[in-house]
């Protein structure tokens, strides 16, 4: 008899290893019976996680953060999405570079997530705020990339495939990634709980095998793996495609901890969290399921 699991996703190209790992049936090979639900906001996901209504979950890091400073046991496992947020500006615009932002309109989702802080990064970077540009604040990643395709703001932070979707409806462009505002930066990744990893680490080893299964097939058939994404994200096969050519997701985040610590003490210096949680991460089980996987 299989174990049930749940797992909670949100939508994206750095969800794809959990996607495919559902629909390649990666999950059952090691007796896993996986449910799943796909939520409109990863703000959801570790109050599910915590109460124990969802057992894994996709989510920005940066949460876990969040919950490990008020005493919540969240715990990060691997990564998966990686050096994924993207500006966009729009298509006819005279925005080139980062500093041709200042005094434009950016949507921006809520505070807290990678999409945020890296746009919040540049703009101290490069001295832009409320006070000499219009930044809209969305309630979700998706509003706001709404509030760009409707033409409303010149900019936004997003992440793949809708940057270019953006793109190919002719809307947008993309000027910067992630990897020009934080080299080596996680984003949504894979977590659980601490007490889930000391009740059954060889669990926690198997879902992740299962999604780093799920990771060596996107690179391998980003054809086939986006048309499997269709139904998870709502966006044409052909635009994830197309976005893969650019962002793809990456469990292995052992040489992005320089790059954590850098961005937990921008949550910090934020206001985002009181104090840096001592552990928040555990990357030795995922280095158990690559030995267990040659």
Do not use: H
């Not at 749940?6 to 996607?19: A, D, E, K, M, T």
């Not at 896993?32 to 996709?58: K, M, N």
């Not at 298509?91 to 921006?108: C, F, N, P, T």
């Amino acid at each position: 008899m299989n174990l049930k699991l749940n797992i909670g996703l949100i939508r994206g190209v750095c969800q794809l290893p959990g996607y495919v790992a559902i629909e390649k049936g990666f999950f059952e090979d090691y007796g896993l019976d996986v449910s799943y639900r796909v939520d409109p906001t990863a703000w959801l996901l570790p109050g599910q996680l915590s109460s124990g209504e969802i057992d894994f979950t996709i989510m920005p890091w940066t949460r876990t953060v969040k919950s490990r400073s008020v005493g919540q046991d969240l715990t990060v496992v691997a990564g998966s999405g990686y050096e994924e947020t993207a500006v966009v500006v729009k298509a006819d615009s005279d925005i080139e570079k980062l500093e041709d932002l200042k005094g434009k309109k950016i949507s921006l989702p809520a505070e807290g997530g990678m999409k945020d802080l890296t746009t919040l990064k540049f703009f101290d970077e490069l001295g832009i705020n409320s006070t000499n540009t219009d930044i809209y604040r969305m309630p979700s990643g998706d509003a706001a990339v709404i509030s760009f395709l409707s033409g409303e703001v010149d900019a936004s932070t997003n992440v793949e495939p809708y940057c270019t979707l953006a793109s190919e409806l002719g809307i947008g462009r993309v000027i910067a990634r992630g990897k020009d505002v934080l080299p080596k930066s996680p984003g949504c990744s894979i977590t659980t709980t601490e007490k889930q990893i000391k009740e059954d680490r060889g669990l926690v080893r198997d879902v992740l095998k299962a999604l780093i299964r799920g990771e060596t097939f996107v690179q391998e058939n980003p054809d086939e793996a986006s048309k499997m994404s269709r139904k998870y994200i709502g966006i044409a096969p052909e635009v994830t495609r197309e976005a893969l050519k650019y962002n793809q997701p990456r469990l292995d985040i052992r040489d992005s901890v320089d790059s954590m610590k850098q961005i937990t003490s921008m949550m910090k210096n934020l206001g985002y969290i009181d104090q840096i949680p001592e552990k928040y991460f555990d990357f030795s089980i995922y280095e158990e399921a690559v030995k267990e996987l040659k």
